[in-house]
């Protein structure tokens, strides 16, 4: 609860400076989302709103480059009796024509409609949302450092490396992509694993996405861009975006932690107390067994509350104690720290006769034992 709380409070802010000049009278892309299922938009105006394709303009203009592609695509001669091979005629099509280089940091269709360029996050996406078009299903497979596209009604599973114009049905090539991933491994870890090992290794603690799950990779690259640019802020708003999409992504582990920890650290130094509170109870509502963010949401929020005292704030205060009640963290004595708390406002309302102040602090007293 507290993780959802926060996310409407922090997110918010990023979905309007992105989204509110395209939506016109359309719901938002995050109030779509937020079953974990997109219903008004589709997943390639998605893809470009989460590309960074905010303006109403642009957006319609990168629809028709898409449009137009499709439209390219239909005219090839597939065989209906062949849908791998006509899955590879696309695969084949993209790298000759659109996936030309590939670049790390070319994680948004943007990048491949603007300048040819991609990673495996947007090659994906792009071969995925085609794919689903022609309706032939398909998946992605994540792992903590990479994603590829799965076939799964082509009578057998049919994997797609799709950062190599050799990746098409990679198990038939599996020697020469395992060659391919070496150059992405230390040498000496590649000795250690075994290079007829890499792949499994590679893939050993992946899982199977949806196509809108993967949509949350590019969310959550776009995050690591902003991290590497010092934007902290914005980087923990493409999180939560991304969380919206992908609520279980194993490549964003360690990245995440890391993010909590540094942007609720420079909030706690900032004075920012109910932001950084807000953080580090988001990451440890995400990562329960993590101590230590258990241990930094306790600072924030006791010093909040010494912050909200001063100012008179009750409204925050009684915010941030039902959060901490629904954490379900509070010890005994933390009962008694904040029965406390609780009594001077309990005086404090009391002498200005505010009963219906006074309510809550009794509600808040009963809870925790008067």
Known sequence: MIYNISKVLICSFLILALLQTVLADRISLEEDIADGYLNEYSKIEAAFILSGVTHPDSLPNYLEWYDQLL???????????DPV???????????????????????TLADIARKKEYNCVSATILYNIICEDFDW?????????????????FQRNLIVEN??????????????????????????????????????????????????????LLAYNRA??????????????????????NRDSRSNINFEVGLYYTWGRQLYLNNKH???FAVFADG?????????????????????????????????????????????????????????ILKNWYHYFNGKDDQQSLKQVKQFLEMFGT
């Open 137 to 153: 299903s398909c998946e992605a497979f994540e792992t903590p450092t990479h994603v590829y596209t799965i076939f799964n009604n």
């Open 85 to 107: 091979g006509s899955a590879r005629t696309v695969f084949m099509y993209l790298h000759a024509e659109w996936l030309k280089t590939y670049a790390l940091e070319s994680t």
């Open 284 to 340: 440890f509502y995400r990562y329960p067994d993590n101590e230590d963010f258990l241990k930094n949401t306790f600072t924030s929020f006791y010093r909040s509350l010494q912050i909200n005292w001063k100012n008179k704030d009750w409204a925050e205060s009684a915010r941030l104690i039902e959060e901490m009640v629904i954490l379900d963290v509070l010890r005994e004595q933390d009962h008694q720290n904040l029965r406390k």
């Open 224 to 245: 690591y861009l902003a991290q590497k640019n010092k934007d902290f802020k914005a980087s923990y708003e493409y999180v939560l975006l991304a969380q919206q999409f």
């Open 71 to 81: 439209a390219k695509i239909k005219t090839f001669a597939f065989d209906l009796d």
């Open 163 to 216: 950062t190599s114009n050799m990746g098409f049905d990679i198990m038939k090539n599996l020697k020469a992509y395992s060659k391919y991933l070496a150059q992405y491994y230390p040498k000496n870890e590649v000795l250690s694993i075994g290079l007829d090992k890499l792949y499994l290794h590679e893939n050993s603690k992946g899982r199977v996405i949806t196509n809108t799950e993967l949509l949350g």
């Open 274 to 276: 109910v932001a950084a």
